[in-house]
């Protein structure tokens, strides 16, 4: 069974930093462009970061450019989100996500193949 699990969500303070992981588990996800999407409460679901099954090509919404930086490690089969100067309007349920796309295509959410099950992430003000 091909499961995505993300941890490292919880709350933090406006201007604090956390860090998202993304395990894989049941395949090997290697050529699989990795991103993140994120869903705050009465708002439909929105591209945050991808990147390319190499590594090389990364892509983010405008929204967190400059704050937010997602990595990954193959070897492990992880993917991470790295937020820092988070703001209130980050607050949100964080999903991992895989597709078989470029970093740019899989901002869109009708090439995703797997999803995770997300995990919340609180800014307070």
């Known amino acids: 069974q091909v499961q995505l699990v993300e941890s490292g969500g919880g709350v933090v303070q406006a201007g604090g930093s956390l860090r998202l992981s993304c395990e894989a588990s049941g395949r090997t996800f290697s050529s699989y462009a990795k991103a993140w999407f994120r869903q705050a409460p009465g708002k439909e679901r929105e591209f945050v970061a991808a990147i390319s099954w190499s590594g090389v090509s990364t892509y983010y919404a405008d929204s967190v450019k400059g704050r937010f930086t997602i990595s990954r490690d193959n070897a492990q089969n992880t993917v991470h989100l790295q937020m820092n100067s988070l703001k209130p309007e980050d607050t949100a349920v964080y999903y991992c996500?895989?597709?078989?796309?470029?970093?740019?295509?899989?901002?869109?959410?009708?090439?995703?193949?797997?999803w995770g099950q997300g995990t919340q992430v609180t800014v307070s003000s």
């Open positions: 996500a895989a597709g078989r796309s470029s970093s740019y295509s899989l901002s869109l959410q009708r090439n995703v193949d797997y």
